[in-house]
């Protein structure tokens, strides 16, 4: 037996003990352990039961997810919890932590489960587009019905073990340690009549055949529409765990788990699990101890501001506001505390939490009251001049080794860092709107940026429970310069015969929660006329340019705010209605500039728009503002609504091939060159790999 599984009797008990850190995953080494040591209990005389535990932070949190679309090792998971299951002892698991995935079914798998009052219990498979393949879908409905198990399997939201007891699912919790509960429990066992109890045999759950059946239909009625593919399979397979005897519930079972393991689906989700952890990691954070951060200053509170303030107050910062004048500060106060109202009236927090964050907020309109403050983040106004006055106050107060952050979307952090003392202690923090609620963070290095500052920024956004991915500095960062390239695609084919709503319509269908222009309408158009407007000294002459949201500005039509952009907006309403006049300033723009407008079907659209943010995507890998392709994804899907299921545009340009993207894109590039082709995809291409080699650092 290796080290990952170890095995001792205790006065008539086996303790069979799960050692493979950090999750416990059940990886190849753990499943032949787990057997090999349930084959040498069985086997040994002076054993009369069972007790299954593991060391660390958690019994195992899944099966291993590298192991997942890799040639298949035995024993396998089902098989492993089909021996548990069988064996002539009673078998009792001890089990704390996040009990997840196929360490839930492993758990199931046993005769009895004690747990540790903190447990949590979840069968988050569905996350990675497949179902419980070790017999989850058989076992937990046996216990507690269709309903329950339906929704354990597809609402994802992982159960209380206090949820755990009352579904069934767990016999117990107990405040000693979980183990010599275990141990207690499995004394009391031996010798009883009945003792095992084998989950297979339990019939409790399926009691109520009509209310079961009709659990499956409801939450096959919901689903109706759902573009995932695996909840649908794990419907199939609850609604089998009536229909078939146990065995076959379980081949019913496997056969669709191979099916959504092989789906692009899951290929997808399972990269973004990975992606998302690995855009945690940057060499300054691996080199460089972060700086202590207690009170954090924000300069401005607006939207923006007082979003992120409100983020550092819910992960326990202190936090001092400053704005213009008392009224704005006010107003901005009052933001604040409207963003702690709702979240009680949702439940999600108490007025006492409301209370105990609002006095952890000051308030102020003189930039010395942040002079106590270990970071400050400017969230003023996208005004180059007006953010390096802001940035000049804030020099003269704060103290010694004080972090000066910016918000900005697009300024050069350079530029801002150069005008300070120490350019060294500057880098970008770039929050999404509204900032309490998108998990995205940029953090921005500059060329000056200590490793310390950048180690700061990346534990901060941690503590915030956001998603922080390392961004070098180029106009927009990683997001936005993908968007804007998106656009550029999009205004293309607008100029060329599509309407924005055809375009917006096939963005939404693919999965995007808006098209292009009802952002834009939503940001407000002039955005990126100021952008556009700032770049134009240096626009690149042989491009072609697109001027109808120039002229949309010129009108005024500068999205929901003014009531029209794209779409009108009835008084207040967030409900956008096509407008004939936009279809007819394109229409003229296109008779201005000779273009005789042809007809785009929605693949060609999605093509396009895909095709652009990869190209961009690569350019920045290859530029090295991105550290890697999975963390372009990683800031698409949870930045700008990407949808996660398709893994973000680099994974889904692998998956359907970069060759024939590279291809099409130099048949692109014929009519214009920004379609040219980044150099990154002949390097991957001519080294016979795909983003994922590059994903590896
Ligand atoms: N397999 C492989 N590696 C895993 C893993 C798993 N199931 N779960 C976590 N890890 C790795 C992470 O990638 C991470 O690695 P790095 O340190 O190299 O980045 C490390 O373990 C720690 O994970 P987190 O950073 O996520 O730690 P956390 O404390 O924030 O969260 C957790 C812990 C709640 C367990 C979280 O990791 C998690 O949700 N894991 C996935 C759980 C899951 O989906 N289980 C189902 C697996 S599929 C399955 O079991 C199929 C089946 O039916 C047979």
Not at 168 to 179: E, F, K, M, Q
Not at 215 to 240: M, S, Y
Not at 248 to 271: I, M, N, P, Y
Request: some cysteine; overall charge negative; proline content about 5%.
């Amino acid at each position: 037996m290796g080290q990952e599984v170890k095995f001792n009797v205790n006065d008539g008990v086996a303790v069979i003990t799960i050692n493979n850190p950090p999750v416990n995953a059940l990886n190849a080494a753990v499943r032949q352990g787990l057997v090999t040591a349930f084959d040498d209990a069985e086997a040994n005389d002076d054993v009369k039961a069972i007790v299954m535990f593991a060391e660390g932070r958690t019994f195992p949190a899944g099966a291993d997810i590298t192991e997942f679309g890799k040639p298949t090792v035995d024993p396998w998971l089902p098989d492993v919890c089909n021996r548990v299951e069988a064996t002539c002892k009673p078998v009792v698991a001890a089990v704390h932590g996040t009990v997840l995935g196929g360490g839930f079914e492993l758990a199931l798998a046993a005769h009895y489960r004690i747990a540790d009052p903190m447990t949590t219990f979840g069968l988050p498979e569905v996350t990675l587009g497949i179902l419980p393949g070790a017999g989850g879908t058989q076992r937990v409905p046996r216990i507690c019905g269709a309903e329950a198990a339906l929704d354990l399997m597809i609402a994802k939201a992982p159960i209380s073990a206090a949820k755990a007891v009352d579904l069934g699912l767990i016999d117990g919790v107990s405040r000693a340690h979980v183990r010599d509960a275990a141990l207690d429990f499995a004394h009391e066992l031996i010798g009883k009549p009945n003792a095992l109890r084998p989950t297979r045999e339990r019939t409790e759950g399926l009691s109520d055949p009509v209310g079961y059946a009709r659990a499956v239909a409801a939450k096959r009625q919901a689903l109706a529409g759902n573009p995932l593919f695996a909840p649908a399979k794990i419907v199939d397979c609850v609604e089998a765990a009536m229909l078939l005897p146990f065995e076959g519930g379980l081949a019913f079972e496997q056969a669709a788990f191979e099916d959504c393991l092989r789906s692009d689906q899951s290929a997808a989700l399972r990269h973004v699990f990975f992606a998302e952890r690995k855009a945690a990691k940057a060499p300054e954070v691996a080199r460089a101890k972060p700086r202590p951060v207690e009170i954090v200053g924000i300069v401005g509170g607006g939207t923006m501001g007082s979003g992120i303030a409100a983020s550092f107050l819910d992960a326990g910062f202190g936090v001092v506001l400053v704005d213009r004048d008392q009224p704005m500060l006010d107003t901005a106060l009052a933001r604040i505390e409207s963003v702690f109202d709702k979240a009680v009236r949702k439940g999600s927090i108490t007025a006492q939490m409301l209370d105990e964050r609002m006095a952890r907020l000051t308030g102020d309109i003189h930039y010395f009251a942040v002079s106590e403050a270990d970071l400050v983040i400017e969230c003023v106004i996208e005004d180059m001049s007006v953010k390096e006055q802001v940035f000049a106050t804030l020099d003269a107060v704060i103290k010694p080794g004080a972090i000066l952050a910016t918000n900005t979307s697009y300024l050069d952090i350079n530029t801002l860092a150069a005008g300070v003392a120490h350019p060294e202690n500057v880098l970008g923090l770039h929050f999404f709107s509204p900032a309490h609620v998108m998990r995205l963070v940029e953090v921005v290095v500059g060329e000056a940026t200590e490793a310390d500052v950048v180690a700061t920024g990346f534990t901060l956004a941690k503590k915030l429970g956001k998603i922080p991915v390392r961004s070098g500095v180029a106009d927009g960062f990683i997001g936005n310069s993908i968007l804007a390239a998106y656009r550029t695609a999009a205004d293309f084919m607008l100029e060329d015969g599509a309407s924005p709503y055809q375009v917006d319509a096939t963005m939404r269908a693919f999965g995007f929660p808006m098209g292009p222009y009802q952002v834009l309408d939503l940001a407000g158009l002039d955005i990126s006329w100021a952008r556009r407007k700032r770049l134009k000294s240096t626009r690149d002459p042989e491009m072609r340019y697109i001027a109808i949201g120039d002229k949309m500005c010129q009108k005024g039509w500068l999205g929901q705010k003014a009531g029209r952009g794209y779409y009108t907006y009835a008084d207040g309403s967030r409900l956008g209605v096509e407008d004939p006049e936009v279809l007819g300033l394109i229409a003229a723009e296109r008779e201005r500039k000779g273009i005789t407008p042809r007809a785009f079907g929605p693949e060609e659209i999605l093509y396009r728009c895909l095709s652009a943010m990869v190209n961009e995507g690569a350019n920045l890998v290859l530029n090295k503002i991105a550290q890697r392709p999975s963390d372009i994804d990683v800031a698409m899907i949870h930045g700008y609504g990407f949808p996660r299921w398709r893994g973000g545009p680099m994974k889904a340009a692998e998956l359907s091939g970069l060759l024939s993207l590279r291809n099409q894109l130099r048949e692109f590039a014929k009519e214009d060159k920004f379609w040219t082709p980044s150099p990154l995809f002949d390097e991957v291409i001519k080294a016979g790999h795909g983003f994922d080699t590059l994903n590896a650092v």
